[in-house]
């Protein structure tokens, strides 16, 4: 294994539209080299760094290790590509593991077929070194391997996250459809969120926004309440080191001086919202209630910054339109002053909040395409604002 201090060269996998805003993190953490792909980041760091990435970035959905690169043709090369690789030395035959495939290549039709071939070469290696196989759990596995299949290259890496980072650990309670707590995340980056005004998600579900949010106002690792990571499980695995890294991770929090104000009109929600708030260690920042958004006012007389992700598809059982319409007319007369921002992935519904939109970022909320759209919410219209006073008209 690599001496523990010696930069290495890892993959961050992101959503799409967060490239820049995973790299803008990472450089702030100091990783070095960092160059923006295809729905990833490449990036070099130590190992105390490797720690620190999957504890601290908002927005990476796993960190990946690559360990070797094949040109690989047919299942032959790739049994014998995966058998030559030194197993033994990256983690122990009692450990379990599982294998996911990236396929892009026109000599493999089948993933499955992919993982279970090189599922059998790390098997096989075992079986010669120590006379001994581990088991295989595709469920909950200690150890994953990442095989990423483009035309004729296989890079083979070992995975630091095990279940994806989006999974922080605070969330007990869900609403239904909730947003990931990646995608969140990237969303309130690129809407320009620091924690340095009230934050104000009127439609909040199960908070997941509305908790990032105070965990990036308060700079909170993102991942600090996981107990676990795949890296854990890795011969290489320095618990000191670990410990070291989660506590200068943790001296860097810093005091939010505003409010998280976070509504729902369903009792579950807000309940679901308090309970999650409550798991975060944040419930001092939170000022959760039900309220319908159309019929109350803001819940300050100080400017807010809104995000929102307003129920559409099956979450929505009424006409989407007017209700969009309506969510624009309340911005409108109750928040002027304050920056809205919206995602939604009804595009045609989006249309109609009536308000002209300063930013239109695309992205995907799962499968679906998405708009985040950014609005200023200014005292009157644009017109009246361009109006001449009666002073200035004489």
Known sequence: ?????????????TFFGFESVLARELLSLGAKNVSELNRMVAFEGDQGFLYKANLSLGCALRILMPIATFRVLNQ??????????????YFEVNKTFAIDTVLFSDHFSNSMFVSQKAKDAVVDHFRAT??????????????RIN???????????????????HLR?????????????????????????TGQRNFFDPMCGSGTLAIEAAMIACRIPHAIHRKEFSFMHWDSFDQSLFETVRQSALNKVREFHF??????????????????FENAGLSQYAKVSRADFFKTLSPTESPLHIVFN???????????????????????????????????????????????PTKKIKLYN?????????????????????APTSSESE
């Open 259 to 276: 409010s998280i104000y976070a509504q729902d009109k369903a009792p579950s929600a807000v309940r679901k919202t308090e309970e999650n």
């Open 366 to 386: 799962g499968k679906l395409e998405a708009r985040l759209q950014g609005y200023s919410l200014y005292d009157g219209s644009a017109k009246q604002r361009a």
């Open 130 to 143: 120590t006379r001994k196989r581990p088991d295989v759990n595709t469920i909950e596995p200690d150890v």
């Open 1 to 13: 294994m690599k001496n523990p201090e010696q930069n290495t060269r890892f993959l961050a996998k």
């Open 76 to 89: 032959s090369q790739l049994y014998d590509a995966m058998l030559s690789i030194p197993w033994t030395q």
């Open 169 to 193: 650990g605070y969330k007990t309670v869900t609403n239904i459809a909730p947003i990931n707590e990646v995608l969140a995340a990237g969303i309130l980056h690129l809407s320009g969120w």
């Open 310 to 356: 307003p129920p559409y598809g099956e979450r929505l059982a009424i006409d989407e339109i007017p209700f969009y319409n309506e969510i624009g007319n309340t911005l409108k007369h109750h928040y002027s002053g304050s920056e809205a921002w919206i995602i939604s992935a009804n595009l045609e519904a989006l249309k109609h909040v009536g308000l002209k």
């Open 147 to 165: 095989l990423h299949l483009s035309g004729d290259n296989m890079t083979v890496s070992l995975d630091s996250s095990g279940t994806s980072l």
